[in-house]
């Protein structure tokens, strides 16, 4: 049943570890026009080098910038601001960012203040038009404060920022939706939601970059690995299925055999007794014609037969069939015999003729000629 119940759940949400708000300065900082995903990194780095009191090596740091943007959103924290025990879960994560990052994939109006809730802070975020935000404030909060004190700390917030026309109030920060792909990072808050594509939510993370870039590299190794073993697993199954198909399929045909074999003799006895009724009607209601097919042979005056050619025998049996003539005979000239044979394999009304010399006796040569008409060619003469 708990495996169902996974199955039914989908994929769990992926590992994100949130940072509080308070720990991290923010800059709005310019990006040149036409910038591209490496340009603007580089811009970014060299812009943040400048303003921050520390080295890009002492520092935590991320940045949130689309693509065709004039300017980024960047925020960074002195390392030693983190404890040991802080970082150590950081190599099992997805993501690690700030908590007010999940807010920065949404689509808002212009001049649009998002307020998140944090039990130590409260966090202003406001767009005054386009995809990226304008200002990121972080107003602290002493453990004791009261809802007055939470309220007034979010008005001088949005006295501070200044020109919002909309605000929306978030208990607290979005949280990851199950990972459907791993094209896109989704965080939701109630009705908030908010979209992260796979490079934008990359450049928030503040990990150590190289240190970053070893972790998803073997990310991306584990998960290539992972999907061949799945393909791996599905060929596995294919292949068991097939065997299987093949295994029922081979004792379906020895049952489908051993059924014919009982069947076989009645079969054949049904087959036999149809040829004998159909033999029967042939004699019932057809008659052997041998004068007319000694008539054909030989023509009405004799006309076909050559001169010194004479019949010594002639045998028309129904057991040959109803068109079939064996007739014995000799001649005085053996070539007139496959002359003959010719001139009766010319008529329309034979079939198949089959001449058989048998062996000279002095001047005379000795032949057999089966003719096979074709079936109610020949007709009574009373009908012809």
């Given at each position: 049943m708990k495996f169902f119940e996974t199955l039914r759940a989908g994929p769990p949400p992926p590992k994100i570890a949130?940072?509080?708000?308070?720990?991290?300065?923010?800059?709005?900082?310019?990006?040149?026009?036409?910038?591209?995903d490496a340009e603007a990194a580089a811009q970014i780095e060299l812009a943040l080098e400048a303003v921050a009191p520390f080295p890009l090596a002492q520092l935590y740091y991320g940045w949130f910038w689309v693509p065709g943007a004039d300017r980024a959103i960047v925020f960074a924290s002195y390392r030693r601001r983190f404890t040991s025990e802080q970082t150590a879960a950081w190599p099992s994560a997805e993501l690690v960012l700030p908590a007010f990052a999940t807010?920065?994939?949404t689509v808002v109006q212009p001049a649009t203040t998002v307020i998140l809730a944090a039990p130590d802070s409260l966090t202003a975020v406001f767009w005054d038009n386009g995809r990226v935000p304008a200002k990121v404030l972080c107003h602290p909060l002493a453990p004791?404060?009261?809802?007055?004190?939470?309220?007034?700390?979010?008005?001088?917030?949005?006295?501070?920022?200044?020109?919002?026309?909309?605000?929306i109030d978030l208990a607290g920060p979005p949280t990851a939706d199950p990972a459907l792909t791993d094209r896109e990072r989704v965080f939701r808050s109630g009705d908030f939601v908010s979209r992260l594509p796979a490079p934008l939510a990359a450049a928030l993370d503040v990990r150590d970059k190289d240190e970053l870039a070893t972790l998803r590299g073997a990310r991306r190794r584990d998960i290539l690995l992972w999907r061949l073993a799945l393909g791996c697993a599905a060929v596995l199954a294919l292949?068991?299925?097939?065997?299987?198909?093949?295994?029922?399929?081979?004792?379906?045909?020895?049952?489908?055999?051993?059924?014919?074999?009982?069947?076989?003799?009645?079969v054949e006895a049904i087959m036999t007794s149809n040829a004998l009724a159909i033999h029967i009607d042939d004699l019932a209601t057809k008659r052997l014609l041998p004068l007319e097919m000694l008539t054909v042979?030989?023509?009405?005056?004799?006309?076909?037969?050559?001169?010194?050619m004479i019949f010594t025998r002639v045998q028309a049996a129904t057991a040959n069939g109803l068109y079939t003539l064996s007739i014995e005979g000799q001649t005085n000239n053996a070539g007139q015999i496959s002359l003959y044979q010719s001139a009766l394999e010319k008529l329309s009304l034979c079939d198949k003729v089959d001449m058989q010399p048998q062996g000279a006796r002095g001047d005379l040569t000795p032949f057999r000629l089966v003719i096979t008409f074709k079936p109610d060619a020949v007709k009574p003469a009373s009908a012809s």
């Open positions: 949130l940072l509080p708000d308070a720990l991290f300065f923010t800059r709005a900082l310019p990006v040149a026009a036409g910038a591209t807010v920065l994939g004791e404060a009261t809802d007055d004190d939470r309220t007034q700390a979010r008005d001088e917030l949005i006295r501070t920022i200044g020109g919002s026309k909309t605000v292949l068991g299925a097939l065997e299987i198909g093949r295994l029922g399929g081979l004792q379906w045909s020895k049952v489908r055999l051993a059924k014919l074999n009982t069947q076989r003799p009645r042979v030989m023509g009405v005056n004799g006309e076909l037969l050559p001169p010194g």
